[in-house]
Nanobody
Framework: EVQLVESGGGLVQPGGSLTLSCAAS????????MSWVRQTPGKGLEWVSS????????TYADSVKERFTISRDNARDKLYLQLNSLAAEDTAMYHC??????????????????????RGQGTQVTVSS
């Protein structure tokens, strides 16, 4: 059974930083591209970033480019998202997501099928002074 468990969220002031983690189990982690997505009541589900299965290729939404960094540790089956220069509009529930199919990479902006099939419960990030 695929399990994705996020952690690391919290309350942070504007301009602050956080590191989110996602612990994966139930599948061969290194075979799958992984993504982070976020959800707010008003905007719905928004793709944030993706990383290929070996970690050498990454892609970001324009809204987070140069502020967020995605990474992974295949030896520990973990996915990370470093969030810097946080702003109020980054407030959301952040979910890690698994590509439903192995051994593929879509490049600059993966379609929703890549990040909409398997998601964890999420970790809340609130940016407020």
């Amino acid at each position: 059974e695929v399990q994705l468990v996020e952690s690391g969220g919290g309350l942070v002031q504007p301009g602050g930083s956080l590191t989110l983690s996602c612990a994966a189990s139930g599948f061969v982690f290194s075979n799958y591209a992984m993504s982070w997505v976020r959800q707010t009541p008003g905007k719905g589900l928004e793709w944030v970033s993706s990383i290929n299965r070996l970690g050498g290729m990454t892609t970001y939404a324009d809204s987070v480019k140069e502020r967020f960094t995605i990474s992974r540790d295949n030896a520990r089956d973990k996915l990370y998202l470093q969030l810097n220069s946080l702003a109020a509009e980054d407030t959301a529930m952040y979910h890690c997501a698994k590509d439903p199919l192995p051994l593929r990479w879509f490049g600059s902006r993966p379609p929703p099928e890549v990040w909409n099939a398997y998601r964890g419960q999420g970790t809340q990030v609130t940016v407020s002074s």
